[in-house]
């Protein structure tokens, strides 16, 4: 048993430090990437036509069917959606 | 010709047979996790069906030195299923493949100070690991059980594959019970452990006040690169975790690439997935026979898992609070609360309860960040649990 508790205290501390270092790295690496892609491959034409056709107040019908399903499946059909703008 | 003799001769057959019948009824009537409920629960009365030799046996070195071939012949399907998918690990990271498939970082990738969280909301593990042995489970034995707390199915039953097989039905069972009664545990805990004015902290307003300082100006390529990024950081630390996250991560890449890779993204999402998590249930449920549930430790992981649950709901609250005592940007913790697995649920619990606080109060992104860290921090915890003791 007093080898059990042992073990187990001991994957209490090097679990937790494990998790809490891979995510850490994670975090780090992630911020890392970020600076990276900003800096050199910061945009894409897609994005371009994105923002074009949000500007244009014309809404893609997919993303429509996507956010109508959605809000359907969440309301259980109770709500409905009646008009869709850009929150500032 | 009939199971009437075999019946009387095994009683307790029955009371697995009605068990199997209220698991279809929770997946069914209640809707609580019907994918796996469903053939988890008929996988149930299946092995308990006398006679019908659909019962997974224990596994036994005769049985570890047959051929596939034998253990059909032998003991029938429902062992050559269970001993070619869920005794070889192979079943969970296919799994995980699909979930990685479903999964989107940009929440993540849009807060990742967030997944610290994830990482805090794993102590239910532990600490529970720490409880099952004082109360009379092996160190594996209680590994495989405190994993319920990471609230991730497919990790809990890979874990338990690799270190307690014998109780993989009650901690399958408890594990996805779990995850279904999240609309239930993360109110509890909250109510437990937070107060009116810090759930009313409104996430969005925060970040006016206190603006990210790296925005992402190529999100797609943030998607694809990032996944192979946090692959490599799991690879070198905690190599058996990749089964898992490698899986998971495989899965959301050719999800991200877009067109070029859709019919494999498709296929992971899609077909696999449901045929991975049919096989998945009906053999989990197969494990449940009388002989191996209805006993002392089944009560005890149903008891176990439910405190390793609320643990980790507390343990990513307090997680938060410690967070907000030091920073001047505060965050809600029911962020924290979401730092257990358990996608996209419990972000979906979170942000209702922050609604009804504040009805301007959407914090969904930010739950879905700390929620998708949680998927890594549980699979990260169970490598560490694996390597230590397998």
């Given at each position: 048993?007093n080898e059990g508790?042992?073990?187990a205290f001991?994957?209490?501390?090097?679990?937790m430090?494990?998790?809490?270092?891979?995510?850490a790295?994670?975090v780090?690496?992630?911020n890392?990437?970020t600076?990276?892609v900003n800096?050199?491959?910061?945009?894409?034409v897609?994005a371009?036509k994105?923002?074009q056709?949000t500007?244009?107040?014309?809404i893609?019908?997919?993303?429509?069917?996507?956010?109508?399903?959605?809000?359907?499946?969440v309301t259980?059909?109770?709500?409905k959606?009646?008009?869709?703008?850009k929150?500032e | 010709?009939t199971?009437?003799?075999?019946?009387?001769?095994?009683?307790e057959t029955?009371?697995?047979?009605i068990i199997?019948?209220?698991?279809?009824?929770?997946?069914?009537?209640?809707g609580?996790?019907?994918?796996?409920?469903?053939?988890?629960?008929?996988?149930?009365?299946l092995?308990?069906?006398l006679?019908?030799?659909?019962?997974?046996?224990?596994?036994t070195?005769?049985?570890m030195?047959?051929?596939l071939?034998?253990?059909?012949?032998?003991?029938?399907i429902?062992?050559?299923?269970y001993?070619s998918?869920?005794?070889?690990?192979?079943?969970?990271p296919?799994?995980?493949?699909?979930?990685?498939?479903l999964?989107?970082?940009?929440?993540?990738?849009?807060?990742?100070?967030l997944?610290?969280?994830?990482?805090a909301?794993?102590i239910?593990?532990?600490t529970v690991?720490?409880?099952?042995?004082?109360?009379?489970f092996t160190?594996?034995?209680?590994?495989?059980?405190?994993?319920?707390?990471?609230?991730d199915g497919?990790?809990?039953?890979?874990?338990?594959?690799?270190?307690?097989?014998?109780?993989?039905?009650?901690?399958?069972i408890?594990a996805y019970?779990?995850m279904?009664l999240v609309?239930v545990?993360?109110?509890f805990?909250?109510?437990?452990?937070?107060?009116?004015?810090?759930?009313?902290?409104?996430?969005?307003?925060?970040?006016?006040l206190?603006?990210?300082?790296?925005p992402?100006?190529?999100?797609r390529?943030?998607?694809?690169?990032f996944?192979?990024?946090?692959g490599?950081?799991?690879?070198?630390?905690?190599?058996?975790?990749?089964?898992?996250?490698?899986m998971?991560?495989?899965?959301?890449l050719?999800k991200?690439?877009?067109?070029?890779?859709?019919?494999?993204?498709?296929?992971a999402?899609?077909?696999?997935?449901n045929?991975?998590?049919?096989f998945l249930?009906?053999?989990?449920?197969a494990?449940?026979?009388?002989?191996a549930f209805?006993n002392?430790?089944t009560?005890?992981?149903?008891?176990?898992?439910?405190v390793a649950?609320?643990?980790?709901?507390?343990g990513?609250?307090?997680?938060?609070?410690?967070?907000?005592?030091?920073?001047?940007?505060?965050?809600?913790?029911l962020?924290g609360?979401?730092g257990?697995?358990?996608?996209?649920m419990a972000?979906?619990?979170?942000?209702e309860?922050?609604?009804?606080?504040?009805?301007?109060n959407?914090?969904?992104q930010?739950?879905?960040?700390?929620?998708?860290?949680g998927v890594?921090?549980?699979?990260v915890?169970?490598?560490?649990?694996i390597?230590?003791l397998s």
């Amino acid at each position: 048993m007093n080898e059990g508790f042992s073990i187990a205290f001991e994957l209490l501390a090097v679990g937790m430090i494990t998790v809490f270092t891979i995510l850490a790295l994670i975090v780090v690496f992630g911020n890392l990437l970020t600076t990276l892609v900003n800096k050199y491959i910061p945009e894409t034409v897609v994005a371009k036509k994105v923002v074009q056709a949000t500007t244009r107040g014309v809404i893609d019908p997919r993303k429509m069917a996507a956010i109508v399903s959605a809000v359907d499946i969440v309301t259980e059909g109770k709500a409905k959606v009646t008009s869709i703008t850009k929150a500032e | 010709m009939t199971a009437f003799g075999n019946l009387f001769h095994s009683p307790e057959t029955v009371i697995m047979i009605i068990i199997g019948v209220f698991l279809l009824y929770l997946g069914i009537g209640k809707g609580y996790e019907p994918l796996l409920l469903v053939p988890i629960g008929f996988g149930v009365i299946l092995a308990n069906s006398l006679g019908g030799e659909m019962g997974v046996v224990p596994s036994t070195d005769e049985i570890m030195h047959m051929s596939l071939l034998e253990v059909a012949k032998n003991y029938g399907i429902m062992n050559l299923l269970y001993y070619s998918l869920i005794k070889t690990g192979l079943l969970p990271p296919i799994i995980f493949m699909g979930v990685g498939a479903l999964t989107d970082f940009g929440p993540m990738l849009r807060n990742l100070k967030l997944a610290f969280f994830g990482a805090a909301a794993q102590i239910g593990i532990f600490t529970v690991l720490l409880a099952a042995i004082a109360v009379g489970f092996t160190t594996k034995e209680a590994a495989s059980l405190g994993i319920i707390g990471g609230a991730d199915g497919p990790t809990a039953i890979y874990t338990t594959i690799k270190l307690a097989p014998h109780l993989l039905g009650p901690i399958a069972i408890a594990a996805y019970s779990y995850m279904a009664l999240v609309p239930v545990i993360i109110p509890f805990v909250v109510r437990l452990t937070t107060n009116k004015k810090e759930l009313k902290i409104n996430m969005k307003e925060m970040d006016k006040l206190y603006p990210n300082k790296r925005p992402i100006k190529n999100l797609r390529a943030m998607k694809i690169l990032f996944p192979m990024m946090m692959g490599g950081i799991v690879a070198v630390f905690v190599p058996s975790a990749v089964p898992l996250v490698g899986m998971l991560l495989f899965g959301n890449l050719v999800k991200e690439i877009g067109n070029p890779t859709e019919r494999l993204y498709k296929a992971a999402s899609g077909g696999i997935l449901n045929t991975a998590t049919i096989f998945l249930g009906l053999t989990v449920g197969a494990t449940m026979t009388a002989e191996a549930f209805l006993n002392f430790k089944t009560i005890m992981i149903i008891v176990g898992g439910f405190v390793a649950f609320c643990f980790s709901v507390a343990g990513g609250i307090y997680a938060v609070k410690i967070f907000n005592l030091f920073s001047n940007k505060k965050i809600n913790p029911l962020v924290g609360a979401t730092g257990l697995s358990a996608v996209p649920m419990a972000s979906r619990v979170a942000n209702e309860i922050a609604l009804k606080h504040d009805p301007s109060n959407h914090l969904l992104q930010y739950a879905m960040a700390s929620n998708i860290s949680g998927v890594i921090g549980s699979a990260v915890a169970a490598g560490v649990l694996i390597s230590f003791l397998s």
